[in-house]
Each structure stands twice: as structure tokens, then as C-alpha cells.
């Protein structure tokens, strides 16, 4: 044995401990936020699925009954994808929302703020997260509609099933990161669920084909992201959409870049969030 002290490395002042990307820092976030929601699953993934659940029993009983079709599908094959996506939408965007602002109005907004992540981590993690709960909730509402009587959820492009269902997904967890830094209390990050989300992702072509609508509200509905992630996502279990393709998928990543570039501005500038 030798009684020789060992030498500690210590890194020069000024030289980086961690010299490019913090996936252990990053990992460790994303678990946290992942055990977050998933503590609360029956709140957090199967009650959003049951409540998509009750929108097609609710529609398939009151419009499918006489056997009404739309764009040559039974009306509940035509809307089970768009409810599959809605609800991974809107979960998504309630996991993200959540994230910040909990720690601003808890006062642990510091434990987000001091460890050594840069913003484009922090922002992969919380993003990360909140897609992840968006896929839970995907795969549970589809696993129990591949039972449901008279619905036919099996994928014909999945190529395209996975980019719409990813982009929109991460769409509306940026968008839930920008609420969460900007709102101050639970009724701001309320507002923009009731008056943002709620109404673009009923009025999404979720229901019905915008084809069948007049001219000036199809303008209006080809305004709407959410519009390009339904028919997208549709195409890809039933290969037919009322909107172009390739145009939607590039529309969605514009979309995305612009909202990652905007959270990632905020983010760094401390915008509400170290102020």
C-alpha cells in the first residue's frame, strides 16, 4: 500500500466541467418531470383517455347512428384519429404549462434555474417530457379504440402517423413552456387552454371535413396549425386529408422552429422567470 496522498484533478478556473451538451443533467430533469405526471396517471393519462373516449361514443351515437359517412368513412373510423390527436395535444400542452409555473407560484422556480443546464436543455427536457405524456395518452386512447366496435384505427402510413403526431405533440408543449414562463397564476395558463387550445383544436376538422364548409370559413381553417396536424395525422390511419400533405408536414416544423426559437429567447433572457 502506498502512503502516497492521491491527487485530486481539479479543472482550471474559467475551463468547463462539462464542455459540450449535460445529457446527465438533461436526463435528470426529464425523469422528474416524467414521475411528475406519472405519480398522477389516473389524472394525467387515463382520464384523458376515457374523456376521448366519451367524445366518440357521444358523436358516434347522435351523427353515426344512420350510417352517415364523411369523405367515404363511417363518421366514427373518420374522427377516432383527429380525437387520438386532440387529446395528445391538449395534454401536452397542460404537462408544459404546468412545469414553471408551479415553481413561480411555489417559490421553487430556483431548483429549474441553478443547475448547471444551459436553456436549450432546459427546454429539451420540459418539451421532452411533455411529449412523452402526449404519446401515453395517444397509445392509450388508440389501444382502447382498437376494440371499439365500428372504428378502424389501424395505421396505412405510419411515416406520416409518427411526424404529425410528433410535431403537433411538440407544437403545443412549446407553446405550454411559452405559457408557463409568461403567466403569473393558474388563470392566466386557464385562459390560454379555454380561449387558445380548446377552441383551435374543436374547430381543427376534428368533426367534420373542412371541405364541406364555405369558402371563407376554409380560409379560416387553413390558418389554423391544428387544422394541418388532425388531417395529417388522419391521413395517416385512413390515407385521406383535406389538406396537402408535404405542405402541412414542412408548415408544422416552421411552426415548430419559430415557437423553439421564441421559448428559447424568453428562457434565457429570464423573462418572468428570474425577475
Request: with cysteine; aromatic share 12%.
Amino acid at each position: 500500500m502506498s502512503d502516497q496522498p492521491k491527487k485530486i484533478m481539479i479543472s482550471p478556473p474559467g475551463e468547463p466541467v462539462i464542455p459540450f451538451f449535460n445529457w446527465g443533467g438533461m436526463r435528470a430533469l426529464y425523469v422528474k418531470e416524467v414521475k411528475r405526471f406519472f405519480k398522477v396517471q389516473l389524472q394525467t393519462i387515463w382520464a384523458p383517455a376515457i374523456t376521448t373516449l366519451l367524445y366518440l361514443m357521444i358523436f358516434t351515437l347522435a351523427l353515426g347512428s344512420a350510417g352517415r359517412q364523411v369523405m367515404g368513412y363511417p363518421l366514427a373510423t373518420f374522427i377516432a384519429p383527429g380525437l387520438i390527436m386532440m387529446g395528445m395535444m391538449q395534454n401536452a400542452f397542460a404537462n408544459a404549462s404546468f412545469s414553471l409555473l408551479i415553481g413561480k407560484i411555489q417559490g421553487t422556480i430556483v431548483d429549474y434555474l441553478m443547475p448547471p443546464l444551459s436553456t436549450g436543455e432546459v427546454l429539451a427536457a420540459l418539451v421532452g417530457a411533455a411529449v412523452t405524456r402526449a404519446i401515453l395518452v395517444g397509445i392509450a386512447v388508440w389501444l382502447a379504440m382498437l376494440l371499439w366496435p365500428g372504428v378502424h384505427v389501424v395505421p396505412l402510413h405510419p411515416v406520416a402517423m409518427v411526424w404529425f403526431g410528433f410535431m403537433g405533440s411538440m407544437m403545443l408543449s412549446l407553446l405550454g413552456v411559452f405559457t408557463s414562463i409568461w403567466a403569473e397564476k393558474f388563470d392566466h395558463a386557464a385562459a390560454v387552454t379555454n380561449f387558445v387550445v380548446a377552441p383551435l383544436s374543436l374547430l381543427s376538422g376534428t368533426f367534420y371535413s373542412v371541405d364541406s364548409l364555405h369558402s371563407g370559413f376554409q380560409a379560416v381553417s387553413h390558418a389554423n396549425p391544428f387544422f394541418y396536424v388532425i388531417s395529417g395525422f388522419r391521413y395517416g390511419f385512413l390515407g385521406i386529408a383535406d389538406s396537402p400533405i408535404m405542405v402541412g408536414a414542412i408548415a408544422l416544423l416552421v411552426v415548430n422552429v419559430l415557437l423553439y426559437a421564441l421559448c428559447y429567447a424568453v428562457l434565457d433572457r429570464g423573462w418572468k422567470v428570474k425577475s
